[in-house]
């Protein structure tokens, strides 16, 4: 079969290369893809038009999305009376991703763990009927004073723009003057209607899990965790993500359990309870704190860089993994992982998140040909690899502990080079708090 997975940075390069280790897949394209990917198509993510012309023309059987702009755009429903499977969710619930006052309702709805949370301006956005009538404990949302909220709260807490918004809509804050400076920016930015959250500042270590679902059943993988922030020890502006690792040492058998309790089991009825049509991958970004594990929010999708990790980890089949979740075998699929860790360590281009230079020649590829690193932000132009965004490279390495494949990958990171080239040195080495 012939498989199309959309998007372009290291996470379609991962799931690119773990694909075409199937036997069953023919030919993997990538739309548009990197410097790093084969078989590069340049289309817009979002012209669905153009995907399926693309993918009619070349008899594609599958289509793999990537980011979440075009499934909270509809793809699987514009993709819906084709013989074309699509992996993810419909528009409907990509909301889950895509309105975080949505996800937030759903989830008190179904009873899975979060922190307190009030929306403002939240009226007109919301776009499922049944999640209107879910009563938040007693608070007068529509009415209720943001500058107020902020001073019950002394300035702990964390404001969210309810949209997408790459990662920049959220504003994590210790002050009252934070969170009205937050509060300014938003309306700047989104105008004085704009909806939003106030949320409590729930404090811990993050975990990222993941699980395949078909709508009724899952399937979860390692768990992993991402490290957003630019500096070392969590410093800095926050990024699309400067590494990863997995598994997480601190996944004891008890918090696994409390996670499928009061995290995954109540959210996966709940797509099922809302008749979700919902074939693909739901993350959960969860803060593990005194107070048990609560859900930060919802991806519909694979997150990046976690996916450089977590699928070099996946020993059984990925293909089959998704096809079982079209075929209603996703129960019986066996998932089995390799041993040991994995770490991935993100070469970025100086001065991102903030502006930076591209086009600059990335050396030492061709002599690292047959390295594990998955291309970002890169292009090809003649015989040579050039930067082309602020995330660069994912170098990724295994080790039979942790610190084995801390090891590995900074020495792998030697192995590559661009002028101005930056990355975090305590990937995989988070204090963790608890
Ligand atoms: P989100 O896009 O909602 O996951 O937020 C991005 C990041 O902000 C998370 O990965 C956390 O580091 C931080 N964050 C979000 N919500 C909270 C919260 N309620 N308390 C503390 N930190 C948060
Ligand atoms: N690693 C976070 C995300 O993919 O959104």
């Not at 390069?13 to 075409?20: E, G, M, R, T």
């Not at 739309?31 to 012209?47: A, C, F, M, S, W």
């Not at 991703?97 to 989830?107: D, L, P, W």
């Not at 608070?139 to 902020?150: F, L, W």
Request: net charge negative; glycine share 10%; hydrophobic share 35%.
């Amino acid at each position: 079969m012939k498989i199309a997975v959309i998007g372009s940075g290291g996470r379609e390069h991962a799931i690119a290369w773990k694909l075409s280790q199937s036997k069953k897949a023919e030919k993997v394209f990538v739309l548009p893809g990197n410097g790093g990917t084969e078989n590069n198509i340049q289309v817009n993510v979002n012209d669905f038009a153009e995907i399926r012309k693309f993918c009619e023309s070349e008899n594609v059987g599958l289509i793999l999305v990537g980011p979440e702009d075009p499934l909270a755009n509809g793809i699987v429903d514009f993709f819906k009376d084709s013989e074309i499977l699509v992996f993810g969710p419909d528009k409907a619930a990509a909301q889950l991703e895509g309105s975080k006052i949505f996800a937030k309702k759903f989830m008190k709805k179904y009873g899975v763990a979060t922190g307190k949370f009030w929306e403002f301006n939240c009226h007109k956005k919301v776009q499922n009927e049944n999640l209107q009538d879910v009563t938040l404990s007693g608070v007068e949302v529509q009415e209720r004073d943001a500058s107020k909220t902020i001073k019950q709260l002394n300035g702990n807490c964390v404001i969210k723009y309810d949209g997408l918004a790459a990662g920049k809509g959220v504003y994590v804050c210790s002050t009252i003057k934070e969170a009205e400076d937050a509060l300014i920016e938003l309306k700047e930015k989104y105008g004085e209607e704009v909806p939003f959250l106030i949320e409590e500042k729930l404090v811990g270590s993050e975990l990222s899990i993941l699980a395949f679902t078909d709508g009724e059943n899952y399937q979860v993988l390692l768990p992993s965790q991402d490290h957003k922030q630019l500096l070392d020890g969590d410093k800095g502006p926050n990024t699309g993500g400067m590494g990863a690792f997995c598994p997480v040492p601190f996944y004891t058998d008890d918090l696994k359990r409390q996670i499928e309790n009061e995290v995954i089991r109540p959210t996966i009825n709940g797509l099922k309870e809302e008749n979700f049509n919902y074939k693909g991958v739901i993350y959960f970004g969860l803060m593990i704190t005194e107070n048990g594990t609560k859900v930060l929010e919802y991806n519909v999708r694979l997150g990046d860089p976690e996916t450089e990790v977590i699928l070099p980890a996946l020993k059984s089949n990925f293909l089959k993994l998704i096809f079982s979740c079209f075929d209603g075998s996703l129960e019986d699929y066996k998932m089995e992982f390799n041993d040991g860790y994995f770490v991935d360590v993100v070469l970025t281009s100086g001065g991102y998140p903030k502006a930076y230079k591209k086009g600059i020649e990335i050396c030492g590829l061709k002599e690292n040909k047959d390295e594990l690193i998955f291309h970002a932000g890169t292009k090809k132009e003649e015989d040579k690899i050039l930067t082309n965004g602020g995330r660069v490279l994912n170098i990724v390495a295994r080790g039979e502990t942790l610190d084995n494949a801390i090891e590995n990958a900074y020495k792998k990171c030697n192995l590559f080079y661009f002028k101005d080239v930056f990355y975090r040195k305590d990937i995989g080495r988070r204090d963790f708090r608890i």
